[in-house]
């Protein structure tokens, strides 16, 4: 992709709650470069994970501009949107948020479901991205038969199994013990080698510090 993965200019948002606005970003202006490294860190409320959903196109801002792909958000349909979110943005969770009865291979393939691909092309593409992420043998296993830091990666393989050009992690390390998060940050890191941009939300200042770049935000603020 030419040009910046994701540019963000004085973005804002404010929730509505009980008839009172809540500033949750109080106008934020951030670019994230293709082949970027970089984690947002800050408190609880800080605003980061507001803005992690902003970044991913899962929210819209209040105001400011927001630019994803290229594309102001402000004008795309929700349609339009989630066409954006499939072909640019992979999202990795805390919680992994797989099928709990559903193969490895097909939890990693469901993403091509909404583009339409059929199912054999599904599962080739699945069990190539599964190797990748050193999985090939847990391809037929479901998520109660593999270990914690083995679902993380089955996450992992499903966010890059459209070829996203931004890599959205939310404390993907926050339900691992330590060598096995250690594992998901080295693969992370040799994701983004070959060129994909990562963006880690996390309160680990560990897990920060092997970004190449920290946002550090306090009170919907960069600081």
């Given at each position: ?11 804002s948002r404010t929730y509505q709650l009980d008839g009172v606005s809540v500033p949750a970003l109080r106008g934020v202006s951030l670019t994230v470069e293709s082949g970027d490294y970089l984690a947002l ?177 306090k009170d919907g603020l960069i600081v």
């Amino acid at each position: 992709m030419s040009g910046p993965a994701i540019v963000a200019t004085d973005v804002s948002r404010t929730y509505q709650l009980d008839g009172v606005s809540v500033p949750a970003l109080r106008g934020v202006s951030l670019t994230v470069e293709s082949g970027d490294y970089l984690a947002l860190v800050g408190a609880s409320g800080s605003g980061k994970s507001t803005l992690m959903h902003l970044l991913g196109g899962l929210d819209r801002p209040t105001g400011g501009t927001l630019l994803i792909g290229g594309r102001d958000v402000a004008g795309l349909s929700p349609n339009e949107m989630a066409e954006l979110r499939n072909t640019t943005i992979g999202f990795v969770f805390q919680s992994f948020h797989l099928l709990a009865r559903t193969t490895a291979q097909d939890n990693v393939g469901l993403p091509l479901v909404y583009r339409g691909i059929g199912r054999r092309e599904r599962r080739e593409r699945s069990a190539a991205m599964l190797e990748r992420v050193g999985l090939a043998h847990r391809i037929g296993h479901r998520p109660n038969q593999m270990s914690g830091g083995e679902q993380q990666r089955v996450a992992i393989a499903r966010a890059l199994i459209t070829g996203p050009s931004v890599l959205l992690a939310d404390e993907p390390t926050g339900n691992l013990d330590s060598a096995t998060g250690q594992q998901v940050l080295t693969l992370l890191e040799t994701l983004n080698a070959e060129g994909v941009a990562v963006v880690l939300v996390t309160h680990d200042r560990e897990v920060a510090d092997r970004a190449r770049r920290q946002i550090v935000m306090k009170d919907g603020l960069i600081v």
